[in-house]
């Protein structure tokens, strides 16, 4: 297998990883953002992703191969930024606090069940 074959796997490996817990952290906030404000929300989690990712960052970054930002590019990363950075995860957790948890429902049988 070549270096190029190795590198899209990893990527995919890792897009599917990033899918999966991204579904799985929205239970989460939705069970503590009642009551909460969105906004508060959103900004407590991307501050802890980005407490998360600083070390990753610095410790690549005298070897990272990305392109460099030039100026023309900076009008869609603030779009980007905003809608993606910014809009999207208040709305994500407004989304998830107008949510009602569904019936329990027994994990074997997929009935109703007041033990699960």
Known sequence: MNS???????????????AALFGSSAPLIGSFSH??????????L??????????LAVAEA???RHAPIQ???LPLLGLITL????AGPIALVKGLALLTPGPRR???????CSRC
């Open 4 to 18: 190029q074959t190795r590198e899209q796997r990893r990527g995919w490996l890792s897009g599917l990883l990033a």
């Open 46 to 55: 991307y501050a802890g992703a980005a407490l998360v990712l600083l070390p």
């Open 35 to 44: 009551g909460a404000s969105p906004v508060l929300v959103a900004g407590l």
């Open 62 to 64: 005298p070897t990272s």
């Open 71 to 73: 100026r023309q590019d």
């Open 106 to 112: 027994c994990c074997s049988t997929w009935r109703r």
């Open 83 to 86: 809608l993606g950075g910014i």
